[in-house]
């Protein structure tokens, strides 16, 4: 302990301080004070800038960076944004690639996650199958809903009508390559032949629609529905339900079925393979 002592009675000593002309070695300034006291000193000044530049900065990064509450709910609104602009892009571009595909007469592409929400909200056992009992046993007797064999060479088709009601617009292609039916509310859509559905999605001038593709080279589109029953992939037969007339799109003026036939990439007369009206 005599060490420490030592030290500590050194600290206490009066020691001068003083800055003096080089030339003349007059005082220009000087002080006497003792070594413990200018380290207190000093490490006071240390903690008093320290503190203030701490506090200076903190406010200044506070400012800088903003609240980061706001930002956070910012972002994730801009990124909801994003995701459904980026959904929306998707499915249109998935859309006109289809349709391409298909006036080139080739297998359209499968597409995943662009099928209607409200595929899900929709009861299906509540839907009205208004399936006749023509086409009841129309069913039973064409094997696999789709042809009967007429000949070694060549087979009969029968196909159902989506929908029966007023026909608002004839077919009148390339203007109108199909043909408008105005029927009841919330009327059932049926397949009007077995076949597998190659698009079901929305787009802004046709609102939701559904395409099947069916044996025969013979393709149905079916917009303007107010609610999608099918998705991408499903099969389905002669009659079944497969949307509900609605009014969706920009090219409408009311509820009611636009419907398509195409034959070998062609738009053909859908008035000439069944009637729509009752």
């Not at 044996?215 to 002669?238: P, R």
């Amino acid at each position: 302990m005599n060490w420490f002592k030592k030290f500590y009675r050194r600290l206490q000593k009066n020691v001068k301080y003083s800055a003096s002309d080089p030339k003349t070695f007059d005082d220009i300034w000087s002080f006497q004070s003792t070594t413990i006291r200018l380290v207190s000193l000093f490490l006071i000044i240390v903690i008093a800038v320290g503190g203030i530049s701490a506090y200076l900065f903190s406010g200044l990064f506070a400012d800088l960076a903003g609240d980061p509450k706001i930002d956070r709910n910012k972002l994730e609104e801009q990124e909801i944004l994003i995701g459904e602009l980026n959904q929306k892009v998707k499915i249109q571009a998935n859309y006109i690639e289809n349709i391409r595909l298909i006036l080139d007469g080739k297998v359209p592409m499968r597409i995943d996650g662009d099928t209607i929400t409200q595929v899900h909200q929709v009861d299906v056992n509540k839907v009205r199958d208004n399936q006749t009992r023509a086409e009841s046993q129309l069913s039973k007797e064409v094997r696999n809903d789709i042809s009967t064999p007429k000949s070694s060479k060549e087979s009969i088709i029968f196909f159902g009508s989506p929908v029966l009601g007023e026909v608002s617009q004839e077919f009148k292609a390339p203007n109108h390559p199909g043909i408008d039916v105005v029927t009841t509310k919330n009327e059932t859509v049926k397949a009007c032949l077995g076949g597998t559905v190659i698009y079901s999605g929305y787009t802004r001038k046709d609102g939701h629609i559904l395409i099947v593709a069916h044996t025969g080279d013979y393709l149905s589109v079916y917009k303007h529905n107010k609610t999608l029953l099918k998705k991408v992939g499903q099969k389905v037969q002669l009659g079944d339900p497969i949307a509900i007339v609605g009014n969706t799109g920009e090219n409408t003026s009311g509820p009611h079925l636009h419907f398509e036939l195409w034959y070998q990439q062609t738009p053909v007369n859908p008035a000439d393979y069944m009637k729509f009206t009752r």
